[in-house]
């Protein structure tokens, strides 16, 4: 008996034990997205996520609601400012269509909210108030999609007014009479963007009602139009003052950029230009009243090159009581003269100062302008002599094929710098390479690692700094099979070979193929090197952290065939350079600009890659979209993009 009291008891806890393992295995299905739906029916609103439970209020059949599933019966929402719970079984997904428009600035006639979605018993996330000023990017269900304060809402579009567009004006520099604040859109109210100090010089682009559309210090946005004058067209002229009386010094042509400095009573400056009544003043690039400025005597003269056979002072006056500086000009030193004093005198330049130099004892000099020419010293031993005559110092003794850069000859002798020591060589010495000769100025994309040259010649040239692939640089002038350019401040020459003119960018079959991989739950765009069926035959090329589309406006997925390209996009009121269409109104393209100008990038949007930002295209970061743009085309790349996990 006993027996099977035991066997009995171990038969009824394996049975419980099973059952408890069952219910601990059994899972919960997934719970739905949240979703906008409707009903056929009056539905009612209840205080808790289950039947029976208090009840708070009806919903109207019809009535568009955002649903959160809590459990697999109920959903959170909210109607008419009565929240609670309502059964979600039979309501019918009810998403407003999109509608694209023009972008285009709004201001809210009333205080009224931002919803997280473009119905009424969504989330509120912000609280405008009257007047003011929003982006509008999109329409959808009686809803606008807006943009304020970095980010996304959506607003009823009943309680919207729409701004006027921007007449478009050619542009013009002018000033700000008083300091004013730049705002972000063209009415009073609108998000302050910085403050422009008095006497300040901006661009002015375009008007909008009584507000102007201007870009200061590369940040676009709105003053009002009473704030600004317009600065008088400069009249170039070149003539030489003296000082009469201490004269403040204005950064710009009007009596609102004056500042604490002033340039001293009985300095010898010259004018090269003149804007109402203010001069600006060459050697100091400043403007001071030209009533301060005493013209001198003079007469222009075709300009030469003289020298004198003694030491000659610089006078700072001429007349009876000549007045020394304290420049002295050497002798055989060549001095350019192109305007002749009373007096017996000439009004020349040296060592940065003017000055008059006696006339007497003066002899001329052959110039000729080789316009930057190169060569390399014949003989080993060749001198560079202090002045351009035979008797003169040597300052240094070269080697054979060293190379040489040539501005201008003095009879037999050009002018030379080496080492930073400036002396002349006799041209008999010299093996002349070539000129620098101007070209339409173009951007070049440098495909590969290369070096910034001293001389247009690699066999003969130094490096003067190494230049990275990946990067853009604008060529004016060449040499050659080089381009002279200048590079953060160092001018040399880069091999052409390791560059690509950006205006005949390779875009055929060149045998490569790339396959774009875009993963939006990471985030991440990888290049990878492909085969014909775009397969993935290696590492990644290029890793990208990007901003993908919001969830109002996500990005596609699928896989896709890159079309279109443009060096700068409009997406309104953003420029984004180096946009590849892949599908319609979708891009590949870089980070937001203020305009189409690489200098006027908007720092503050930088802080999206790596969020749900865009509308739907794929932005990413400057260097990264460069690299696609030079490679990727639609003969040599597909473009993957998944949900991911």
């Given at each position: 008996?006993?027996?099977?009291?035991?066997?009995?008891?171990?038969a009824?806890?394996?049975?419980?034990?099973?059952?408890?393992?069952?219910?601990?295995?059994?899972?919960?299905p997934?719970?739905?997205?949240?979703?906008?739906?409707?009903?056929?029916?009056?539905?009612?609103?209840?205080?808790?996520?289950?039947?029976?439970?208090?009840?708070?209020?009806?919903?109207?059949?019809?009535?568009?609601?955002y649903?959160?599933?809590?459990?697999?019966?109920?959903?959170?929402?909210?109607?008419?400012?009565?929240?609670?719970?309502?059964?979600?079984?039979?309501?019918?997904l009810?998403e407003?269509?999109?509608?694209?428009?023009?972008?285009?600035f709004?201001?809210?006639t009333?205080?009224?909210?931002?919803?997280?979605?473009?119905?009424?018993?969504?989330?509120?996330?912000?609280?405008?108030?009257?007047?003011?000023?929003?982006?509008?990017?999109?329409?959808?269900?009686?809803?606008?999609?807006?943009?304020?304060?970095?980010?996304?809402?959506?607003?009823?579009?009943?309680?919207?007014?729409?701004?006027?567009?921007?007449?478009?004006?050619?542009?013009?520099?002018?000033?700000?009479?008083?300091?004013?604040?730049?705002?972000?859109?063209?009415v009073?109210?609108a998000?302050?963007?910085?403050?422009?100090?008095?006497?300040?010089?901006?661009?002015?682009?375009?008007?909008?009602?009584?507000?102007?559309?201007?870009?200061?210090?590369?940040?676009?946005?709105?003053?009002?139009?009473?704030?600004?004058?317009?600065?008088?067209?400069?009249?170039?002229?070149?003539?030489?003052?003296?000082?009469?009386?201490?004269?403040?010094?204005?950064?710009?042509?009007?009596?609102?950029?004056?500042t604490?400095?002033?340039?001293?009573?009985?300095?010898?400056?010259?004018?090269?230009?003149?804007?109402?009544?203010?001069?600006?003043?060459?050697?100091?690039?400043?403007?001071?009243?030209?009533?301060?400025?005493?013209?001198?005597?003079?007469?222009?003269?075709?300009?030469?090159?003289?020298?004198?056979?003694?030491?000659?002072?610089?006078?700072?006056?001429?007349?009876?009581?000549?007045?020394?500086?304290?420049v002295?000009?050497?002798?055989?030193t060549?001095?350019?003269?192109?305007?002749?004093?009373?007096?017996?005198?000439?009004?020349?330049?040296?060592?940065?100062?003017?000055?008059?130099?006696?006339?007497?004892?003066?002899?001329?000099?052959?110039?000729?302008?080789?316009?930057?020419?190169?060569a390399?010293?014949?003989?080993?031993?060749?001198?560079?002599?202090?002045?351009?005559?035979?008797?003169?110092?040597?300052?240094?003794?070269?080697?054979?094929?060293?190379?040489?850069?040539l501005?201008?000859?003095?009879?037999?002798?050009?002018?030379?710098?080496?080492?930073g020591?400036?002396?002349?060589?006799?041209?008999?010495?010299?093996?002349?390479?070539?000129?620098?000769?101007?070209?339409?100025?173009?951007?070049?994309?440098?495909f590969?690692?290369?070096?910034?040259?001293?001389?247009?010649?690699k066999?003969?040239?130094?490096?003067?700094?190494?230049?990275?692939?990946?990067?853009?640089?604008?060529?004016?002038?060449?040499?050659g099979?080089?381009?002279?350019?200048?590079l953060?401040?160092?001018?040399?020459?880069?091999?052409?070979?390791d560059?690509?003119?950006?205006?005949?960018?390779?875009?055929?079959?060149?045998?490569?193929?790339?396959l774009?991989?875009?993963?939006?739950?990471?985030?991440?765009l990888?290049?990878?090197?492909?085969?014909?069926?775009?397969?993935?035959?290696?590492?990644?090329l290029l890793t990208?952290?990007?901003?993908?589309?919001k969830?109002?406006?996500?990005?596609?997925?699928g896989?896709?065939?890159?079309?279109?390209?443009?060096?700068?996009?409009?997406f309104?009121?953003?420029?984004?350079?180096?946009?590849?269409?892949?599908?319609?109104?979708?891009?590949?393209?870089?980070?937001?600009?203020?305009?189409?100008?690489?200098?006027?990038?908007?720092?503050?949007r930088?802080?999206?890659?790596?969020t749900?930002?865009?509308?739907g295209?794929?932005?990413?970061?400057?260097?990264?979209?460069?690299?696609?743009?030079?490679?990727?085309n639609e003969?040599?790349t597909?473009?993957?993009?998944v949900?991911?996990?």
């Amino acid at each position: 008996m006993k027996k099977n009291l035991l066997l009995l008891f171990l038969a009824l806890f394996l049975t419980l034990s099973t059952l408890a393992l069952c219910e601990e295995a059994a899972v919960e299905p997934p719970l739905p997205e949240p979703f906008i739906g409707s009903y056929t029916i009056d539905r009612a609103i209840r205080m808790d996520p289950w039947p029976n439970s208090e009840f708070v209020c009806t919903v109207p059949a019809e009535s568009r609601l955002y649903l959160v599933p809590v459990n697999q019966d109920y959903a959170a929402t909210s109607y008419e400012g009565n929240t609670g719970y309502i059964f979600y079984g039979d309501a019918a997904l009810n998403e407003a269509a999109i509608e694209e428009v023009t972008p285009y600035f709004a201001v809210t006639t009333v205080t009224e909210y931002g919803y997280a979605q473009p119905v009424y018993s969504a989330d509120i996330t912000y609280a405008y108030p009257a007047k003011c000023a929003l982006w509008v990017t999109q329409h959808t269900g009686g809803f606008a999609l807006v943009e304020g304060d970095g980010e996304s809402r959506f607003v009823p579009l009943k309680s919207l007014a729409p701004i006027k567009r921007d007449a478009a004006i050619t542009a013009q520099q002018v000033y700000l009479n008083e300091a004013d604040v730049l705002l972000l859109a063209p009415v009073q109210g609108a998000s302050v963007l910085t403050v422009i100090p008095m006497g300040s010089q901006v661009t002015w682009f375009a008007t909008n009602g009584n507000y102007a559309a201007i870009l200061y210090e590369e940040q676009a946005g709105y003053v009002n139009k009473s704030k600004l004058v317009t600065g008088i067209k400069e009249t170039k002229q070149i003539s030489i003052g003296l000082i009469s009386q201490n004269a403040v010094i204005y950064t710009a042509p009007n009596k609102y950029a004056y500042t604490d400095r002033f340039v001293p009573m009985g300095t010898l400056v010259c004018v090269d230009a003149v804007s109402g009544n203010y001069s600006h003043i060459a050697e100091l690039d400043v403007y001071i009243s030209t009533d301060c400025v005493q013209k001198v005597n003079q007469a222009p003269l075709t300009p030469f090159y003289g020298y004198w056979n003694e030491d000659q002072p610089l006078y700072s006056q001429t007349g009876a009581k000549n007045i020394p500086s304290d420049v002295m000009l050497g002798k055989h030193t060549p001095i350019e003269i192109s305007i002749n004093a009373p007096n017996g005198y000439y009004l020349i330049k040296a060592d940065g100062q003017w000055g008059y130099i006696q006339k007497e004892g003066m002899k001329t000099l052959k110039k000729t302008t080789l316009k930057n020419a190169q060569a390399t010293v014949a003989q080993k031993g060749t001198a560079v002599k202090q002045v351009p005559f035979e008797d003169s110092q040597t300052l240094l003794s070269l080697e054979e094929d060293t190379p040489i850069w040539l501005d201008k000859t003095f009879e037999n002798y050009a002018a030379v710098t080496i080492g930073g020591v400036q002396g002349y060589i006799d041209t008999k010495s010299l093996k002349l390479i070539g000129e620098n000769k101007p070209v339409q100025t173009y951007e070049a994309y440098i495909f590969r690692d290369t070096a910034l040259l001293n001389f247009p010649d690699k066999a003969l040239g130094s490096p003067l700094q190494p230049i990275q692939s990946n990067g853009l640089i604008k060529i004016s002038v060449t040499n050659g099979g080089y381009g002279y350019i200048s590079l953060d401040g160092t001018k040399g020459y880069i091999p052409l070979e390791d560059t690509q003119d950006m205006r005949r960018l390779f875009t055929g079959d060149d045998g490569r193929r790339y396959l774009i991989f875009v993963d939006k739950s990471q985030y991440q765009l990888s290049v990878y090197p492909a085969n014909e069926a775009y397969e993935k035959t290696g590492d990644a090329l290029l890793t990208s952290t990007i901003a993908i589309g919001k969830r109002t406006t996500p990005t596609p997925t699928g896989v896709f065939d890159l079309g279109g390209r443009e060096r700068w996009h409009y997406f309104g009121p953003s420029f984004s350079p180096f946009a590849i269409q892949y599908a319609p109104g979708r891009y590949l393209h870089g980070p937001l600009y203020y305009s189409s100008n690489e200098n006027a990038v908007n720092k503050a949007r930088l802080k999206d890659f790596g969020t749900m930002a865009t509308g739907g295209c794929l932005r990413m970061p400057y260097e990264d979209i460069l690299w696609i743009y030079c490679h990727c085309n639609e003969n040599n790349t597909k473009l993957e993009i998944v949900n991911g996990q």
